[in-house]
């Protein structure tokens, strides 16, 4: 008969924790500091996201229903109260009404204009609200990071000229602590700058769509609403798309209110 001495395992004395807590109150306020910036960084992607793709579906409703009506105070009504797009309606008809105690027509012009751009600039501020913190953190992050790499390898020269020698016990705690804070610091980095370039390219996206609404607004305002955009149904907004893509769907139905023609060559 045999017995098998079983032998509990070594425990790991140069885990993450360990090196925490060999880094003192500095590696944990770095710590701290990185956790902070990340939870900022994912908080602002979300809520952003939430807040442009709610305008860009909104700019649907002004593409189908909006311009079906027949003035534009009509055309309010169909836009919810607290959007961009309602914004810059209002605006668009305070400064409408201001339109007559101006003499000159090219100084009611350039008002009007100017009204609805400053409308424009107060809702890409509105947007763009937070994304500096995201290129704070991606341009920051690495160099916080880096600090608890600097004060990790300064206290390991300290450990070994205290030790006299260069022995694994003494370095591989500092060590591993300076090389976590790196990884953490490119961890928090990384996610804080593709987010803040993929959030400021929709932003781009969506100013274009505001800057196309003010000129129709003003275009329809300055012809007294005979000047309209054409009214798209969803539809004709998804033919459209594929026919400037140059790409053709086989058996696909004409949308509402559209005609096709169909054209015979006599032999």
Known sequence: MTFTLLTAAPANEFGFMEAMEQGGPVAWTILGIMVIM????FYILFTKLFEQQKVMKQYKDVRTAFWRQNTLKEGATKL???SAWRQLVDDALIAEEKHAKLSDQMEA???MHGSLARSEHSINAKLAGGLPFLATVGATAPFVGLLGTVIG???ALINIGMAGSASIDKVAGPVGEALIMTAIGLLVAVPAVFAYNWLQSRNRRIAEMLSGFSTDLL????????????AMTATSTQTAGKAAAGRTVP???????TTTTTTTTKR
């Open 251 to 257: 058996g696909a139905k004409p949308a509402a209110g």
């Open 109 to 111: 012009h350039d008002w």
């Open 80 to 82: 919810e109260k607290n």
């Open 38 to 41: 990340s939870v900022g960084s």
């Open 219 to 230: 275009a329809n305002i300055n012809s007294n609403g005979s000047i309209k955009p054409p």
């Open 153 to 155: 390898i300064y206290r």
